[in-house]
């Protein structure tokens, strides 16, 4: 799910304590070209103020309209915009895109205080709201999991389905992990060298001491986990590489140049990984967007593994050059 979905919920929960009318709004099915995917989540609270999207813009507009005027749902319900083609066009539903919310007016948050208490921990966790009665039930769920309708229930997926661990402490790593976060993923970092770890002041992030490939081993990469390894240090980056290119990890990269990234995969070729797998190897790291800055090349890490994640073809490659590029020299 989007982690900003995490933050709508805080703040319809901090509402709700503070005493204030909060409706609740999941789009939970759509047609066409949609702006924003099942799952999305909206907070209207009763003077009108939002938190979050579900359209992008009109839609939103008409529902805080609607509360305006005094249509407060006591029930949960389900509205729908863009039935006709004329409709879609006048809440801004391009190409005839259809939406279905689940409107539900929040009293009880309990069960908002579990969530928000369990996806903290980095679990994650579904949420089932039956349509007719509106009760609301939380269970674990598992990465592969989907947002959606099933028979006379919705179904959201809350938490990270998204990691990413990030070998070494550094600048780099310390910027790439707070985008990272905001891109929906539970950001793990590996350094075994005290010097590095002692001074790590991110929140949310998870520190591993461990050796890198230790650590690897431990995460369990699956097809929701990327991994790159950012320290330059060879003893440390290959270490990690040899098991993470072994693994299911849908994205596996390494920073450096184009002449290193050479040498690392002839160093990879003495060990026990085939050709396959070693070129399943990202490097240099990122898309090319003549990158000079650490955040300019977090930036660039990201949109790749965003890219890979996916499923787009990536086209920004570096020029052909007889010496590297200002942004391959990290």
């Known amino acids: 799910m989007d982690a900003l979905d995490l933050q709508v919920l805080a703040r319809a929960r901090a509402w709700r304590v503070a005493g204030q009318a909060v409706w609740l709004v999941s789009v939970v099915e759509t047609w066409g070209s949609a702006p924003r995917p099942v799952g999305s989540l909206l907070a209207v609270r009763g003077d009108g103020a939002v938190e979050g999207s579900v359209s992008g813009g009109c839609v939103e507009d008409d529902l805080v309209r609607r509360v305006s005027l005094g249509e ?29 919310l689940l409107v539900e007016p929040l009293r009880d948050i309990a069960w908002l205080d579990e969530l928000l208490a369990r996806t903290g921990r980095h679990e994650l966790v579904s949420r089932t709201v039956h349509l007719g009665s509106g009760e609301v039930s939380l ?15 919705f179904v959201g997926i809350f938490g990270p389905q998204w990691r990413l ?5 550094g600048q780099l790593s310390r910027i790439t992990a707070q985008m990272a976060q905001a891109l929906g993923f539970a950001v793990h970092i590996c350094d075994p060298r005290l010097e590095y770890r002692q001074d790590w002041d991110v929140a ?16 369990e990469p699956d097809a929701h986990t990327a991994i790159v390894a950012l320290t330059h240090d060879p003893k440390l980056d290959d270490m990690a590489l040899l098991e993470a290119l072994k693994s299911p990890a849908f994205y596996v990269g390494a920073l450096g140049s184009r002449r290193n990234t050479e040498k690392r995969r002839e160093r990879l070729a003495l060990f026990d990984l085939s050709s396959t797998e070693i070129d399943r190897l990202h490097g240099p790291v990122g898309l090319y967007l003549g990158s000079r800055t650490p955040a300019e090349i977090a ?29 391959e020299i990290a």
């Open 72 to 100: 407060r749902p006591e029930q949960t319900g389900i509205v729908s915009y863009g039935v006709s083609k004329a409709e879609a066009s006048r809440f801004g539903l391009p190409c005839g895109g259809t939406l279905r």
């Open 139 to 153: 269970a674990a769920a598992r990465r592969e999991d989907k947002p959606g309708l099933s028979g006379e229930c």
């Open 165 to 169: 661990l990030l070998i070494g402490a």
């Open 204 to 219: 949310g992030v998870r520190l591993e001491e461990g050796m890198p490939d230790d650590v690897v081993l431990a995460l």
């Open 299 to 327: 930036i660039a890490i990201l949109a790749e593994i965003v890219a890979v994640r996916n499923g787009v073809a990536i086209l920004q490659r570096p020029p052909q050059a007889s010496v590297d590029t200002p942004s």
